[in-house]
C-alpha cells in the first residue's frame, strides 16, 4: 500500500466493518478494510441466518457477508487480507502495525473486530457446531421449535437464554457446574417457576462429550457427581460468555470487561479522539448481525463528523 496517510482504516471483516466501509466509501473518505484473519466475521461460518431485514430467503452466512463484501468493494473500499497485530492511537496521526510488518497511518480508525463466544472444548464440539451446537438462541433457537434443547452456564446470559428457549422449545434443560448462579436473582426466579411446565436444571453437572451420527447433534454425556449419564437432545446452547477482541486495543483505550467504551464525543467514540468502534467489540448487550451493521453505519457517520472537524 502506497505510503500516505489515510483517512479512515476499518478494521474487520464483519458486518459493522462491511457497513462502516460502505458508508464511508459514499463519503468519499476512501477508506481502506482490513479484514483480519476471519473474512466475513462471525457469521462466515453459519449455515442459514433468518433475521436479516429483507432476506426471507435465509441466506447462509457465507453468502450474505460476500454481498456486503461486494456492496463495499464496488463503492471503492480497498482491502487488505491481514491483521492488526499492534497500534498506536493517541496522537492525531494513528498507526496501526499489520502481521506483514507493514503500517498503516491514518486520521481516523474505526474498529469492528467483533467477539468470540466461548465454548465448552469437549470432545466433538468442533464436529457439531453449526449442526446442533449453538452458541446464541436468538439467532439459532427458531430452528428448535418444539424440539428438546439445553443451555450450559450458570450466568444471567444462560438465563435469558434457557427463557427465551422455554417459549418456543418442547422441553429446556439448564445445565451448570455448580449449584448456585452467578445470574440475577429475577431470572433465576422466573426460569424456576418454570421447572413444572417445560425447564429441568441439571446441576454439578459438567458436559464430558457431544454425540451424534457424525451430521447431526443427538445429545450429550454428561458428568454429574461424577457419574456419566446419557442427555438425548436435539440442541444444545453454550452460554459461558463472550470474548471481545480488543486485546491489542488494551494499552490505548478505556475498556470495561474487554468491551471498548465509547460514548465519548459521539455515540460510537472511543476514550481516543479519532478512533470509533462499533459491533461485537463494544457491544455486551445485544450482540447482533444487524445491531453491528448499525452501529458500523454510525461509527461511519461519526468519522466523517470528526474529519469534517480536523
Ligand atoms: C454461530 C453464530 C451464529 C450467529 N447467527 C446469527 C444470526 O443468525 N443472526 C444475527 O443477527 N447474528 C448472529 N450471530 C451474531 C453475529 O454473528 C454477530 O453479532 C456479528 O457477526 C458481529 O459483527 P461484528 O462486525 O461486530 O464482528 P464479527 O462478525 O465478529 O467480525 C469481526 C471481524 O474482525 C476481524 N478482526 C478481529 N481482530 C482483528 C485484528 N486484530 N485485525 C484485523 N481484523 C480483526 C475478524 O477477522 C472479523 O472479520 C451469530 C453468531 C454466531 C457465533
Not at 193 to 199: G, M, Q, W, Y
Request: proline share 2%; net charge neutral; aromatic share 8%.
Amino acid at each position: 500500500m502506497e505510503n500516505k496517510i489515510l483517512n479512515t482504516v476499518i478494521i474487520g471483516s464483519g458486518p459493522a466493518g462491511y457497513t462502516a466501509a460502505i458508508y464511508c466509501s459514499r463519503a468519499m473518505l476512501n477508506p481502506v478494510l482490513i479484514t483480519g484473519a476471519d473474512f466475513g466475521g462471525q457469521l462466515a461460518t453459519t449455515p442459514e441466518i433468518e433475521n436479516w431485514p429483507g432476506r426471507s430467503d435465509s441466506p447462509d452466512g457465507a453468502s450474505l457477508m460476500d454481498s456486503l463484501f461486494n456492496h463495499a468493494k464496488k463503492l471503492g473500499t480497498q482491502f487488505v487480507y491481514d491483521t492488526v497485530v499492534s497500534c498506536s492511537l493517541k496522537g492525531e496521526i494513528k498507526t496501526l502495525t499489520l502481521s506483514s510488518g507493514e503500517q498503516l497511518q491514518c486520521k481516523s480508525v474505526i474498529i469492528c473486530t467483533g467477539a468470540k463466544a466461548k465454548y465448552l472444548e469437549c470432545k466433538n464440539e468442533d464436529l457439531y457446531k453449526g449442526h446442533g451446537v449453538s452458541a446464541c438462541a436468538t439467532c439459532d433457537g427458531f430452528f428448535f421449535r418444539n424440539k428438546t434443547v439445553a443451555v450450559v452456564g450458570g450466568g444471567s446470559a444462560a438465563f435469558t437464554e434457557a427463557l427465551y428457549l422455554s417459549s418456543l422449545c418442547k422441553k429446556v434443560y439448564l445445565i451448570h457446574r455448580r449449584d448456585s448462579f452467578r445470574a440475577e436473582k429475577a431470572l433465576v426466579d422466573k426460569l424456576k417457576a418454570l421447572t413444572d411446565k417445560n425447564v429441568q436444571f441439571i446441576l454439578n453437572a459438567k458436559v464430558d462429550e457431544y454425540t451424534g451420527d457424525g451430521g447431526t447433534l443427538k445429545g450429550i454425556i454428561l458428568d454429574v457427581d461424577t457419574n456419566k449419564q446419557k442427555l438425548s437432545l436435539d440442541g444444545v446452547f453454550v452460554a459461558v460468555g463472550h470474548k471481545a477482541s480488543t486485546e491489542i486495543f488494551k494499552n490505548d483505550l478505556e475498556l470495561e470487561n474487554g468491551i471498548i467504551k465509547t460514548g465519548y464525543s459521539y455515540a460510537t467514540s472511543t476514550s481516543c479522539s479519532g478512533v470509533f468502534a462499533a459491533g461485537d467489540c463494544a457491544d455486551d448487550t445485544y450482540r447482533q448481525a444487524i445491531t453491528s451493521a448499525g452501529t458500523g453505519c454510525m461509527a461511519a457517520l461519526d468519522a466523517v463528523s470528526y474529519l469534517e472537524k480536523h
